[in-house]
């Protein structure tokens, strides 16, 4: 059973540019959460998504970043006109649905580290 | 914030037990305690959850004490490739919340 997959591993923009991270959940999981790693600090929230939906997004910066987890295929992390800040790993986490009052585990992918350059 | 205090070192000696303290003193009756753990940059890795009862899997045990204001993660025979950040999380069950990380224990276990 594949663990939760993200695309490119690396990435290196061009401050200005456009960055798309792509994140594919475990088998069966319909629940996507992504997380950014700043160099030396901890994990934190961005956003969490359902098939089509955007459940939380309290963790996104207002502008240039968007987040979309479609009907068919991977959930896209969007960074538009990316500056030296962005720099970070992403990681993408999912969950399958959860029963009322019940436990779920996050699984992780490998995470994306973009630099911009 | 996290709602988790842990220490931010620890060393432990290879075969030997490590055991990981974490207090949430502000921990809801509905909120279940977590325990993720992050190799180098790899991305966090699931260990072991629980409510009120201790927890024992392939990977650790978890003991909660009775008024669940602490716990403790267990590793009974730590290797050298348990060196890692671990994250003491509490979450509630449902609802799909966002996992507050905060700064975690770096466990070095040593030769």
């Known amino acids: 059973n594949a663990g939760v997959m993200q695309n490119p591993r690396h990435l290196v923009r061009r401050r200005g540019q456009e960055a798309r991270l792509r994140c594919s959940p475990m088998k069966g999981h319909s629940h996507v959460y992504w997380y950014r790693q700043l160099p030396e600090e901890g994990l934190k929230f961005m956003v969490y998504?359902?098939?089509?939906?955007?459940?939380?997004e309290s963790g996104m910066p207002k502008e240039r970043f968007s987040a979309e987890f479609p009907k068919e295929g991977p959930s896209i992390l969007r960074i538009q006109q990316v500056v030296r800040g962005d720099s970070a790993a992403y990681f993408c986490a999912s969950s399958t649905k959860q029963l009322a009052g019940g436990p779920y585990e996050q699984y992780f992918g490998p995470g994306t580290r973009l630099t911009v350059t | 914030d996290a709602k988790t205090t842990q220490p931010t070192s620890m060393d432990c000696a290879e075969g030997r037990a490590a055991n990981l303290p974490c207090n949430h003193s502000t921990i809801s009756g509905n909120e279940y305690v977590y325990w993720y753990r992050q190799i180098h940059s790899q991305g966090p890795q699931y260990i072991i959850h629980g409510l009120k009862n201790n927890e024992t899997n392939e990977m650790a045990s978890l003991i909660i004490t009775e008024d669940r204001k602490s716990s403790t993660l267990i590793l009974p025979h730590a290797t050298l490739r348990d060196t890692a950040v671990y994250y003491c999380?509490?979450?509630?069950?449902?609802?799909?919340?966002?996992?507050?990380f905060g700064a975690g224990t770096r466990l070095f276990v040593k030769a």
């Open positions: 999380i509490v979450r509630v069950g449902t609802g799909g919340f966002k996992t507050i």
């Open positions: 998504l359902q098939k089509e939906n955007i459940i939380d």
